[in-house]
């Protein structure tokens, strides 16, 4: 019926268009941090937690330019330089460094785009994006 269709419809022209194969070097995905990877004292989020997630991007972006043969993530080197608490939002930002016969090299960055203040129950967002994570990872691909 029309309310169907209408709601299907909404803002699909809006969204950034699906790129497969070597041409995608590239991809950046926002998250807000929820309260299962808290791990420490005041609602701040694991680091390993935050590595996951960058990895997870990187194993998505390794997935779209091998047909799906993410790979297997065999090394990862990061610094976690800010800390992440529960609510905040994030931005990750993965991309290409190098790649050679079965092997990838993706670099990581996570930005923190908002932080949540629990006594006024807001998030302030940011002017500028801080950046909080920085790595690199390596995955070997099947073929």
């Known amino acids: 019926d029309d309310k169907m269709a209408k709601i299907e419809a909404e803002m699909k022209d809006r969204i950034s268009p699906v790129v497969k194969g070597k041409e995608c070097t590239e991809l950046r ?6 309260g299962e990877d808290m791990h420490y004292p ?3 989020i694991s680091g390993c937690k935050l590595m996951e997630k960058c990895i ?3 194993t998505e972006l390794s997935n779209i330019r091998d047909n799906g043969d993410g790979g297997l993530f065999v090394r990862t080197e990061g610094n976690i330089l800010r800390p992440v608490h529960m609510l905040d939002a994030v931005e990750i930002i ?3 460094i190098e790649e050679g016969n079965r092997s990838r090299l993706y670099g990581y960055e996570m930005y923190k785009t908002s932080e949540y203040n629990k006594e006024t129950d807001r998030s302030e967002v940011f002017d500028e994006p801080i950046l ?5 990872v390596t995955f070997v691909i099947h073929k």
């Open 29 to 34: 995905f926002r998250v807000s941090i929820n």
């Open 42 to 44: 005041g609602e701040m």
């Open 56 to 58: 997870d991007c990187c």
């Open 94 to 96: 993965c991309w290409l």
């Open 132 to 136: 909080t994570v920085k790595g690199d």
